[in-house]
């Protein structure tokens, strides 16, 4: 397997992470016994920026909220070290080796309805990313990141910096030229149900649909960030 058994995930908050996120994060170890895992709270991150990449110190501080430096953060953790990053609100159904062991750089599709949304026939996503160290792709991000100061302006709410970052790597994926050094995982494997399902899941109105999609992936994610509660009750 060329990306490293490590998996990533990020949570900076001196109050600990909540028990429902607790409980989802468990998931990934469970399923991947043999891999390292690691949680990156605020102590861990600010010694990997002293250690690794000091030079981005100024660029993470400048940032104006968690969201926004989590974003720049799952970028440069997985330049430099490799991995597999899911965002905390991921759970993991069943282990993700074959998924991704003969490729190099993984990106995951969201579900049609939220490509539909961004007038797009695909969208990719950015709460899961695999990718070997130092590929040409995430030093593209970094280098978009610098060069916009995507995310640090005053009147950006979460939604907008969510999509802002979901705009920026579909932009440099469009424009990418080595594109078959990047695989696309498809929505059925890795986020089976959209934002408008999962809020029918949280209010107890599965249905039998759902449940086969669930049943056929590797993993769901659960939208659980503020934007995504709002723009799920806006599809209700």
């Known amino acids: 397997m060329k990306i490293p058994k490590i998996i990533h995930q990020i949570y900076d908050n001196p109050a600990g992470v909540p028990d429902i996120l607790s409980d989802v994060s468990e998931s990934w170890k469970k399923e991947h ?5 690691r949680l990156w709270d605020h102590e861990a991150i600010q010694k990997f920026l002293e250690d690794s990449c000091p030079e981005f110190i100024p660029i ?36 993700m080796d074959s ?4 490729h190099s750089c993984c990106l995951a599709l969201e579900p049609a309805e939220h490509a539909e949304r961004f007038g797009k026939q695909e969208l990719i996503g950015n709460a899961m990313l695999a ?6 792709f995430f030093e593209k991000i970094i280098e978009q990141i610098i060069l916009s100061g995507n995310g ?3 009147t950006m709410t979460w939604h907008d910096t969510q999509n802002a970052g979901i705009e920026m790597i579909n932009n440099l994926y469009e424009g990418y030229d080595f594109k078959e050094e990047i695989t696309l995982l498809p929505a059925d494997l890795v986020t089976p149900l959209s934002a408008r399902e999962i809020s ?3 209010l ?4 039998p649909e759902m449940e086969d999609k669930v049943e056929k992936a590797f993993a ?3 939208f659980l960030g503020q934007w995504r509660l709002k723009y799920a009750s806006d599809m209700v």
């Not at 016994?33 to 895992?37: G, K, M, R």
């Not at 993470?60 to 799952?74: A, G, I, V």
Request: with cysteine; net charge neutral.
């Open 33 to 37: 016994p043999a891999w390292n895992y």
């Open 60 to 95: 993470y501080k400048s940032f104006l909220c968690n969201k926004q430096r989590w974003e720049f953060m799952r970028y440069l953790i997985l330049y430099h070290e490799g991995g597999l990053y899911v965002d905390m609100d991921y759970e993991c159904i069943q282990p």
């Open 99 to 102: 998924l991704l062991e003969t």
């Open 131 to 136: 990718a070997i160290p130092h590929h040409p």
């Open 152 to 154: 640090r302006k005053q």
């Open 200 to 202: 029918l899941l949280l």
């Open 204 to 207: 107890n109105r599965e249905t």
């Open 220 to 222: 769901v994610h659960y």
